[in-house]
Nanobody, 125 residues
């Protein structure tokens, strides 16, 4: 089993920055992909960014490209999401996700089999 624990959420003004962390424990060495999803009130959970654990290839949703940066520290089994130029529409619960197989889609949430509990990010205008 793998446990994912997010931290770093909070309240930030529009235009500000915030960084999230996701600490993985358990069989994290076997992860193929780790990523971030978010869910705003009344909306479906959506893909934000992902990174392949071994090679470090990164993927971003168009809505965050150029503003968010995903990274990982393999030695610490930790995933990060650095968010810049934040907008009110970035307000959501942010979830860390991982999967232990290659899969066919980076952005499809149903292909991730491990999830964190989520951390709230609120951007004020």
């Amino acid at each position: 089993q793998v446990q994912l624990v997010e931290s770093g959420g909070g309240l930030v003004q529009a235009g500000g920055s915030l960084s999230l962390s996701c600490a993985a424990s358990g069989r994290s060495f076997s992860m193929y992909v780790m990523g971030w999803f978010r869910q705003a009130p009344g909306k479906e959970r959506e893909f934000v960014a992902a990174v392949t654990w071994r090679l470090g290839s990164t993927y971003y949703a168009d809505s965050v490209k150029g503003r968010f940066a995903i990274s990982r520290n393999n030695a610490k089994n930790t995933l990060y999401l650095h968010m810049f130029s934040l907008k009110p529409e970035d307000t959501a619960i942010y979830y860390c996700a991982a999967r232990d197989y290659s899969g066919s889609s980076i952005t499809e949430r149903t292909e991730y089999n491990y999830w964190g509990q989520g951390t709230q990010v609120t951007i004020s205008s």
